[in-house]
């Protein structure tokens, strides 16, 4: 506990890499231990693959390809409920030679577009919220930025949880991230 306690004493959690080959054998381990403590019966845990971002490449408007794509991901995996799992998806936007930014304007388009089940009212509503709406501006020009948002219960029945608009800059080919 000591190593995770910063000078104030706030806890910073670290993250462990575990080999996907023993991840079956220790997930259920970590549950029977977890199991063996009343306050801890109902326990999950959360793992991470790693090594997967901008693997696939397709046209996100075709089903078929969308398909191929996430069972590729998803055969390391078996037998794998999806019920269980919550993926995050990423949209690459880019013209080769050039810097694309998000105009502040267009977060309104952007929400109504990956929440097509809320109403004008909830986009705004979203918007409007300190706690759910974050503008990230972009060299202090208010008009060029991205967002962050969790749209909560308004995002529940589209199955989005979290939504990150941000930019890319790619230089010479060498891809080179500025969040």
């Known amino acids: 506990m000591t190593l995770c306690r910063d000078t104030k004493g706030t ?44 693997s696939s490449h397709h046209d996100p408007g075709k089903v078929d390809e969308r398909k191929a794509s996430m069972d590729e991901i998803f055969d390391l995996f078996e037998p794998l409920n ?22 502040t304007e267009g977060h309104r388009r952007i929400l109504a577009y990956l929440l097509p089940s809320a109403s004008e009212e909830q986009i705004s509503a979203i918007l409007n919220s300190r706690t759910q709406y974050h503008c990230d501006i972009s060299a202090q020009l208010g008009e060029l930025g991205g967002f962050r948002a969790s749209p909560a219960s308004r995002g529940k029945a589209d199955k989005v949880t ?17 969040e």
Not at 162 to 178: G, H, L, M, P, S
Request: net charge negative; glycine share 6%; with cysteine.
């Open 162 to 178: 979290y939504i990150i608009a941000v930019f890319k800059f790619i230089r010479n080919r060498d891809e080179k991230n500025f």
């Open 82 to 103: 999806p019920d269980q799992w919550v993926v995050d998806i990423g949209l690459e936007v880019r013209q080769e030679g050039h810097v694309l930014q998000w105009l």
């Open 11 to 54: 806890f910073h959690f670290s993250t462990i890499d575990f080999p996907a080959r023993l991840l079956r054998h220790f997930g259920a381990k970590l549950l029977e231990l977890f199991g063996e403590h009343c306050e801890l019966k109902d326990a999950f845990f959360v793992h991470e693959l790693r090594g997967t971002k901008s």
